[in-house]
């Protein structure tokens, strides 16, 4: 499968507590994107990396939230501190992005679920 | 700001109606438009996508969907509905030079058998 893949697919933790999810993108895409998406609601726009550099980052996405794409690869979103409103699925997606072919392909999503 | 309004949050159709969901976006310049689709228990897909040129594209499975540049709009038709189109479907535009993709907040169709 060359999709955009996730892991992992569900995550359960208590408050507090910190989380971190890893995405795969395409392997020939230089632009990941972090999506977040809670019931009822489309996908938002957190943050997103063009090689290795984070080009922008959301107001949602508070001090709690952080990304790295290290080597222009793979990408990994940490939540500390977590709360119960962080509860939400995440979406990862990438793409070639800009006068290329801008088109996000995304991949099945991590649900994250704070007790 | 950059903002995708979809008119209908919940649609009910019987099999072999036409559709036609609504979307509209705010966006000050050249855009690039998007209709996905998320199948129940599935991911996000690309239903079809609009860069430029001719305003009328053609999707996957029989969609359809028109650029009208003065009404900002990108509504998404199909002819005829099958009970494989139950889905929640998403508008959503991207700037010609802003990489980010906004969405709006999804239409969830029902097809009745």
């Known amino acids: 499968d060359t999709g955009v893949s996730q892991d992992p697919r569900h995550k359960i933790t208590k408050r507090g507590q910190n989380v971190t999810f890893r995405c795969d993108p395409i392997?020939?895409?230089?632009?990941l994107y972090w999506y977040r998406q809670t019931l009822g609601q489309g996908p938002e726009f957190l943050t997103y990396?063009?090689?290795?550099?984070?080009?922008?980052k959301s107001r949602l996405l508070s001090d709690r939230f952080s990304a790295e794409r290290p080597k222009g690869s793979f990408s990994t979103l940490e939540i500390q501190r977590t709360e119960q409103g962080d509860s939400a699925m995440y979406l990862c997606?990438?793409?070639?992005?800009?006068?290329?072919?801008?088109?996000?392909?995304f991949g099945p999503g991590t649900r994250l679920t704070v007790t | 700001a950059q903002s995708v309004s979809q008119h209908n949050h919940h649609v009910i159709l019987s099999e072999a109606a036409s559709l036609e969901l609504g979307c509209n976006y705010s966006?000050?310049?050249?855009?690039?438009l998007f209709w996905y689709v998320q199948y129940p228990g599935q991911h996000l897909q690309l239903l079809l996508k609009?860069?430029?040129?001719?305003?009328l594209v053609k999707g996957i499975k029989g969609f359809e969907a028109e650029f009208i540049k003065s009404k900002f709009s990108f509504n998404l038709r199909k002819p005829s509905v099958q009970w494989s189109d139950t889905a929640e479907y998403f508008c959503?535009?991207?700037?010609?030079?802003?990489?980010?993709?906004?969405f709006g907040k999804g239409t969830r169709l029902h097809i009745l058998p």
């Open positions: 392997s020939e895409h230089n632009r």
């Open positions: 990396f063009q090689n290795e550099a984070q080009l922008e």
């Open positions: 966006y000050g310049g050249t855009v690039n």
């Open positions: 997606a990438s793409s070639l992005g800009g006068d290329r072919d801008p088109t996000g392909y």
């Open positions: 609009y860069f430029s040129g001719d305003p």
């Open positions: 959503a535009v991207n700037g010609y030079r802003d990489d980010k993709i906004i």
